[in-house]
């Protein structure tokens, strides 16, 4: 009886710990929020980033050819975005920009490493 007692808490516990870590993770965007939304078009000698420096330096994960990150970042915050070569050619930092005060920004990337374009679409 004991040991089924001691399952049945540490099952609990863990659903308890679940439940805290997953409410966590849905707390409410911000007022003044937008989604950012970063797709690498290239042709896949690069990963890139962006980085919002007005938040400390905070950065999307890289984004690699053929993919997109979505994430909520603030109205009119200003970004950059740090291209990476993929095959050990450097990098370089691009496009000083801003966020749109509407409720997306939508950032694509073209073209190789060494001929780099980015626009914002909207």
């Not at 937008?34 to 896949?44: D, E, Y």
Request: charged share 15%; aromatic share 14%; glycine share 12%.
């Amino acid at each position: 009886m004991f040991s089924l007692t001691r399952k049945v808490a540490t099952g609990a516990t863990a659903l308890v710990i679940g439940g805290l870590c997953m409410g966590g993770q849905a707390a409410a965007a911000p007022a003044d929020a937008t989604l950012f939304n970063l797709c690498n078009n290239g042709v896949g000698d690069y990963v890139v980033a962006a980085v919002f420096p007005d938040s400390g330096g905070f950065s999307s994960p890289m984004v690699f050819a053929n993919s997109c990150w979505k994430g909520q970042r603030y109205r009119g915050e200003n970004y950059y975005l740090h291209v990476t070569s993929t095959n050990n050619s450097g990098s370089f930092d691009d496009g000083r920009n801003y966020t749109n005060n509407s409720d997306f920004t939508d950032v694509s990337t073209q073209g190789s490493f060494l001929d780099f374009q980015y626009r914002k679409n909207n």
